[in-house]
């Protein structure tokens, strides 16, 4: 279900675009796996940036990271303003926040049923994991 056609597996492109965002000094910086809680996506990725600036180039990050690999997101929003980027890849979706935004949305207490797994898509964490 990733964007574009890709030899990656769905974890190997969450796991990237994990690794991007980290790159980018992405704070609080987690992964809800959705799959016993919803139908419409497998993966969150949250993320704040303490600047619009630093919000953008997180999502940024994201997405060359993966449009190297022939991923594209199906759906963007909030890109032009920075506060809260949304990124649709099907398998997962990006949520990157200004504080205040990720704050107001709480979107980890939302989703408080879904399981924080976001050791398993950091640092070296083996590409045939399946959280």
Do not use: C
Not at 20 to 27: L, V
Not at 47 to 61: L, T
Not at 63 to 83: C, D, Y
């Amino acid at each position: 279900m990733t964007g574009a056609a890709s030899s990656e597996s769905p974890n190997d492109t969450l796991r990237r675009a994990v690794e991007a965002a980290d790159e980018r000094k992405a704070i609080d910086l987690r992964v809800l796996d959705l799959r016993s809680v919803s139908d419409f996506t497998d993966y969150f990725l949250i993320a704040s940036g303490s600047s619009q600036r630093q919000v953008q180039a997180i999502a940024e990050a994201i997405e060359e990271s993966l449009g190297r690999h022939g991923v594209r997101a199906h759906h963007v929003e909030g890109a032009q303003q920075g506060r809260w980027v949304l990124l649709d890849y099907g398998d997962f979706i990006a949520h990157i926040f200004d504080q205040e935004r990720r704050d107001y949305y709480r979107l980890e207490d939302i989703w408080s049923d879904a399981p924080e797994v976001t050791d398993a898509f950091l640092r070296g964490a083996p590409s045939t994991a399946d959280p």
